[in-house]
């Protein structure tokens, strides 16, 4: 079955602890892409990548880091988590070769900072 | 002016009513268009995508005007099951990244 995972589902931490949320697609995806959901905002893009070792901001990657080593994989690190990372994070992939292809959504992950 | 705006209701309407959704955006680059359904707290999931001819799938008709830079989406006979978000998403261009809308909520009462 196609799909995208993400882990944890559910995450509750601390300010300062170090976290790793896993994504991981079995689509041979080129373009993968991490966004943050929070109310009243709507969806927004974290980090992307176009393929294997390539990495680029979107639009709030402050406060984030992301690796692509491997094509399948694209985790998103929190390095020193605040508060105002509280949010339902979802990772996303899609082809590249096939240019007018959407992009499938991971089950998200909920993560809430103290 | 954002890049892809939608109306975020509530719309709130009767099971079998017909219900219509606009969403505009301002980049007239965009080259393809999409609608997702996303349900609480669950991942978007496409819904369908937008052709400059129309499209329809079932009870679901999608229009792209590209002189005017809106698409919408017509559901008819709704359903209880159609309570969701709707969110409108616009391509730029072949390799770059979607763009979202913040979504119209539908509430399908009996």
């Known amino acids: 079955e196609a799909q995208v995972t993400q882990n944890p589902r559910y995450l509750i931490t601390v300010t300062g602890k170090k976290l790793t949320v896993t994504c991981s697609q079995n689509m041979n995806h080129e373009y993968m892409s991490w966004y943050r959901q929070d109310p009243g905002l709507g969806l927004r893009q974290i980090y992307y990548?176009?393929?294997?070792?390539?990495?680029d901001k979107g639009d709030v990657p402050e406060g984030y880091k992301v690796s692509r080593k491997e094509k399948r994989n694209f985790p998103l690190i929190l390095e020193s988590p605040s508060p105002n990372q509280t949010s339902l994070y979802f990772c996303?992939?899609?082809?590249?070769?096939?240019?007018?292809?959407?992009?499938?959504f991971g089950p998200g992950t909920r993560l809430t900072v103290l | 002016r954002k890049e892809v705006e939608q109306d975020p209701g509530p719309f709130n309407v009767p099971e079998g009513a017909t219900v219509a959704f606009n969403c505009t955006y301002s980049n007239s680059a965009s080259q393809s268009f999409f609608w997702y359904r996303q349900d609480c707290r669950k991942e978007p999931k496409l819904l369908m995508s937008v052709y400059s001819s129309g499209n329809e799938d079932g009870r679901f008709t999608a229009q792209l005007n590209r002189a005017s830079q809106y698409i919408s989406l017509l559901i008819r006979d709704s359903k209880l099951s159609d309570s969701a978000t709707y969110l409108c998403v616009v391509k730029p261009s072949g390799y770059s990244t979607l763009t979202f809308g913040k979504g119209t909520m539908l509430l399908v009462s009996p």
């Open positions: 996303a992939s899609s082809s590249l070769i096939r240019s007018g292809d959407t992009q499938y």
């Open positions: 990548s176009m393929n294997v070792e390539v990495t």
